[in-house]
């Protein structure tokens, strides 16, 4: 366990864009109250800063987006169009308000499980977007300020993905900072939220 917090805490120590390209490719693994193992490959991302007027830390810290601020590695959840929820994995130097926003995410394990939490969707739609991800692993706002090296949610680092596979793009939904390219996704993953034009 020491190592895996050490790989975390030196592959996350970074800026949020950094992080989030580097994120790609790595997995979450989601263990629910029965043993059931979900896992899911990262596939899209973006990033947040808290000089960027699109994060909920740019006004300042707040008792809402204070796990941002804390150490690299830890998710960060919250409410969108009082609907869903978006999980987000805090990045950079602690005190500084930045995460990367978890876009998409390719099923590995436990698809059966995510399929009925998503009440019967299949295929791309499963978990091609921040809310329905959330939904298909059961990560809610219980999980706000959790430690991603430790269960029921674990972030799983893998090798990074060549720079050559992924593209960057603009952010989306977005009414202030959209035009920052700012969204990374692995080009040829059909579980992409929006392809870039």
Known sequence: MKLVSIIVDA???????????????????????????MRARIIETEAYDELDPG??????????????????????????????????IVTGPEGHGEAVLIRAVEPLAGEDVMKVNRRGNTG????????KLCVAMQIDRQLNGHDLRTGPLRLIMRP?????????????GLRQGAETPWRFYITNSEYISKRSK
């Open 55 to 88: 994060s909920h830390t740019y006004r300042g810290q707040t008792p809402r987006n204070n796990v941002m601020y804390g150490k690299p590695g830890f998710l960060y959840v919250y409410f969108i169009y009082g609907m869903y929820y978006c999980c987000n």
């Open 160 to 172: 990074s993905i060549p720079d050559s596979h992924i593209t960057q793009t603009t952010r989306i």
């Open 11 to 37: 592959e996350l120590d970074c800026s949020a864009p950094d992080a989030a390209r580097r994120l790609l490719g790595c997995e979450l693994e989601r263990t629910l109250d029965n043993g059931t193992v």
């Open 124 to 131: 791309k739609t499963l978990t091609n977007g921040p809310g």
